[in-house]
Nanobody
């Protein structure tokens, strides 16, 4: 399983970014895909997750209404659209995968991880 994130960068507060996670094979269409972030000195935080079958989505309270997770099975890619960014969103963002979505966003439940992409909001 290979997950490769892209799309991070430095933006001003209020602006938007879209992160992409390209996966190997058909992972996106068969596994629960999620985004997890970690800010310096803080614990990992589950941001969003999407179920491969139903397309059901879950979001952390801190990003609800601002972030949207989506997937393109044909491209084996998962996206995280981030709008109305805040300085508190500054973190390394990781794409992760697990066998099924539990409805929880616990980072320790993911089995596979990408290398991360940095998002900085000033």
């Amino acid at each position: 399983v290979q997950l490769v994130e892209s799309g991070g960068g430095s933006v001003q507060a209020g602006r938007s970014l879209r992160l992409s996670c390209a996966s190997s094979g058909s992972i996106v269409s068969t596994m629960c895909m999620g985004w997890v972030r970690q800010a310096p000195g803080k614990e990992r935080e589950g941001v969003a997750a999407i179920s491969p079958g139903s397309g059901r989505r879950w979001y952390g309270d801190s990003v609800k209404g601002r972030f949207t997770i989506s997937q393109d099975n044909a491209k084996n890619t998962v996206y995280l659209q981030m709008n109305s960014l805040k300085p508190d969103d500054t973190a390394m963002y990781y794409c992760a995968a697990r066998g099924y979505c539990s409805g929880r966003l616990r980072p320790d439940e993911y089995n596979y991880w990408g290398q991360g992409t940095q998002v900085t909001v000033s």
